[in-house]
T-cell receptor, first 114, second 114 residues
Framework: QKEVEQNSGPLSVPEGAIASLNCTYS??????FFWYRQYSGKSPELIMF????GDKEDGRFTAQLNKASQYVSLLIRDSQPSDSATYLC??????????????FGQGTILTVHP | AAGVIQSPRHLIKEKRETATLKCYPI?????VYWYQQGPGQDPQFLIS???????DKGSIPDRFSAQQFSDYHSELNMSSLELGDSALYFC?????????????FGDGTRLSIL
């Protein structure tokens, strides 16, 4: 079992809909969680990060964290075709010399069709 | 704002050759992370440095070595290159000790082994 698991894709939503991306992690001690967007052949681009239970909103994006369930999600409202990309969930190690290391999920491919 | 700079952007090598990838972190960042992303894969952590000392080591082959210099830039040295080393190599930087500090990635180096 991977340390970070994302919901299997690909995910296809119509333009204007809400896209929901999910991620679970195995290290209960993890403190910081990140969502990156990656276009093919490009570097990961930070979308959101969250470290407290609850919701965090930034424009059309909302990250949700539930540490008890070891679950983090990303909602994209009013999805646009330009949101079509691979979304990577990443969990940061907080312990010792592994501090700061990111462990990524396998990614979810999102397609927003007009 | 200044970002993480990687060079070269593209590199083509033949089997058994050597390659050196360079990473210049965001100014004042003291920690550098290297990741390898194979085709269709999520980024895998290779190695990290804090204040010029190796802080953590992941799935990095013994053929690879890296270091961080006094100006905080880092170099990843790869020898006896194999076809399986063809991948995108990303560098990220951050400030050590701040778990809420997200990592920002450079544009990456695409390494192709012929």
């Amino acid at each position: 079992q991977k340390e970070v698991e994302q919901n299997s894709g690909p995910l296809s939503v119509p333009e204007g809909a809400i896209a929901s991306l999910n991620c679970t992690y195995s290290d209960r001690g993890s403190q910081s969680f990140f969502w990156y967007r990656q276009y093919s052949g490009k570097s990961p681009e930070l979308i959101m990060f969250i470290y407290s239970n609850g919701d965090k909103e930034d424009g059309r994006f909302t990250a949700q964290l539930n540490k008890a369930s070891q679950y983090v999600s990303l909602l994209i409202r009013d999805s646009q075709p330009s949101d079509s990309a691979t979304y990577l969930c990443a969990v940061m190690s907080a312990g010792g010399t592994s501090y700061g290391k990111l462990t990524f999920g396998q990614g979810t491919i999102l397609t927003v069709h007009p | 704002a200044a970002g993480v700079i990687q060079s070269p952007r593209h590199l083509i090598k033949e089997k058994r050759e050597t390659a050196t990838l360079k990473c210049y972190p965001i100014p004042r960042h003291d920690t550098v992370y290297w990741y390898q992303q194979g085709p269709g894969q999520d980024p895998q952590f290779l190695i990290s440095f804090y204040e010029k000392m190796q802080s953590d080591k992941g799935s990095i082959p013994d053929r690879f070595s890296a270091q961080q210099f006094s100006d905080y830039h880092s170099e990843l040295n790869m020898s006896s290159l194999e076809l399986g080393d063809s991948a995108l190599y990303f560098c990220a930087s951050s400030l050590w000790g701040n778990s809420n500090q997200p990592q920002h990635f450079g544009d990456g180096t695409r390494l192709s082994i012929l």
